[in-house]
Antibody
Framework: QLQLQESGPGLVKPSETLSLTCTVS??????????WDWIRQPPGNTLEWIGS???????NYSPSLKSRVTISRDTSKNQFSLKLSSVTAADTAVYYC???????????????WGQGALVTVSS | DIQMTQSPSSLSASVGHRVTITCRAS??????VNWYQQKPGKAPKLLIY???SLQSGVPSGFSGGGSGTDFSLTISSLQPEDFATYYC?????????FGPGTKVEIK
């Protein structure tokens, strides 16, 4: 059974960089046809897609966050990571790492989620 | 960005009742819609992908429909464990946007 686990600081100061790591067990992040995404959910709000890294290593980011986001991976540790720079209170959210599967052609859906990590931006 | 809207934003229903939630996209997205269920304090769970396909392990009482801009999620007979918030998501184009959610509460 695939499992994803987010880890990282729960409190980040304004203007600093938020860093989270997702450790994947029960499957390889190098497996064909899977994307590894970051999604966030501000308290009481809907979900927001941040970006993804494909099994090949290619990345895509939300245009609204692209200037501040970097998603990378370490296949030797079966981990992928999120860095979000110059954070403000608006970046306070539960951050989820997820696996997005290819259903067919370019159709994809998120079939596995981490439990989520609350990151608060405050001085 | 493609905007996803949902209606209603919340509803109250009794166990055993049939419930339908609708989702509308701001442009034609074919069948690139997924539905998720989220319970308080938990990660979302995939129910329906590609608008109409039931995810493995999801009860058959859930069904999806629609294509183009209008989509629906139907629960044929509401069970106590179905009380949750439901989100639609489009994966037609980046950024993959979610609807605002529909909260299903016990009447």
């Amino acid at each position: 059974q695939l499992q994803l686990q987010e880890s990282g600081p729960g409190l980040v100061k304004p203007s600093e960089t938020l860093s989270l790591t997702c450790t994947v067990s029960g499957g390889s992040i190098g497996s064909n046809s899977f994307y590894w995404d970051w999604i966030r959910q501000p308290p009481g709000n809907t979900l927001e897609w941040i970006g993804s890294i494909y099994y090949s290593g290619s990345t895509n980011y939300s245009p609204s966050l692209k200037s501040r986001v970097t998603i990378s991976r370490d296949t030797s540790k079966n981990q992928f990571s999120l860095k979000l720079s110059s954070v403000t209170a608006a970046d306070t959210a539960v951050y989820y790492c997820v696996r997005r599967m290819k259903v067919r052609s370019s159709l994809t859906a998120i079939d596995y989620w981490g439990q989520g990590a609350l990151v608060t931006v405050s001085s | 960005d493609i905007q996803m809207t949902q209606s209603p934003s919340s509803l109250s229903a009794s166990v055993g009742h049939r419930v339908t939630i609708t989702c509308r996209a701001s442009q034609n997205i074919s069948v690139y819609v997924n539905w998720y269920q989220q319970k308080p304090g938990k990660a979302p769970k995939l129910l329906i992908y590609a608008a109409v396909s039931l995810q493995s392990g999801v009860p058959s009482g859930f069904s999806g429909g629609g294509s183009g801009t209008d989509f629906s999620l139907t629960i044929s007979s509401l069970q106590p464990e179905d009380f949750a918030t439901y989100y639609c998501q489009q994966t037609y184009s980046i950024p993959f946007t979610f609807g605002p959610g529909t909260k299903v509460e016990i009447k």
